[in-house]
């Protein structure tokens, strides 16, 4: 809203606060006059190139923005104005996050070392789990990984080193 730049005092200037009073009502009634004026815009998108097989480990964003501004000059009293200021600006971001396990699961050699790589982790693991707790006496340790043997593996190698032990007594006793 535009006004005159007079005091607004109704007792004081009595006629200035008349013509105060009828400027912003022609103000009001002609729907004043813009002082500024500002808009933004913004626009995200995340496009779904993760959908095509090819591309499954990758997921983008983009996201636009755009602001503008503008600001009326100053009035000079002979009703000539010094410019108005004008200002804009534009951002424009893609992000993109790569899961690159998804992306060696879709070549057959890294997907064969991921899966042997991951078996062998949750082997080392469940073994850790087990040994924090206590185990009957006849339970079976697990199979397959490093420093445990199960039952059968233990009589398959104590028969082994039996026989050994005898072939080695036999040789011993015929020597002599």
């Known amino acids: 809203m ?10 004081l200037y009595a006629e200035r606060y008349q013509a105060w009073k009828d400027s912003v009502w022609n103000s009001i009634r002609s729907m004043g006059t813009p002082l500024d004026y500002s808009q933004q815009f913004t626009l995200s998108y995340q496009p779904p190139i993760n959908l095509l097989p090819i591309f499954n480990w990758v997921n983008t964003d983009l996201t636009y923005n755009s602001t503008y501004r503008w600001v009326r ?34 070549i057959p050699f890294l997907k064969k070392a991921n899966e ?31 420093g445990t043997t199960s039952a059968n593996e233990g009589k398959r190698h104590y028969a082994r080193c039996s026989k050994k032990l005898k072939i080695t007594r036999a040789l011993a006793t015929t020597a002599q």
């Open 73 to 106: 000059g100053t009035q000079l009293e002979d009703g000539s104005s010094l410019g108005n200021t004008i200002a804009n600006n534009r951002d424009l971001n893609i992000n993109a996050n790569f899961d690159l396990v998804r992306f060696y699961n879709n």
């Open 2 to 11: 535009e006004q005159p730049y007079t005091p607004v005092n109704k007792d």
């Open 116 to 146: 042997r790589f991951n078996r062998e982790n949750n082997m080392a693991e469940q073994d850790k789990k087990t040994r924090g707790k206590a185990r009957p006496n006849n339970a079976k340790k697990s199979a397959g990984a490093k």
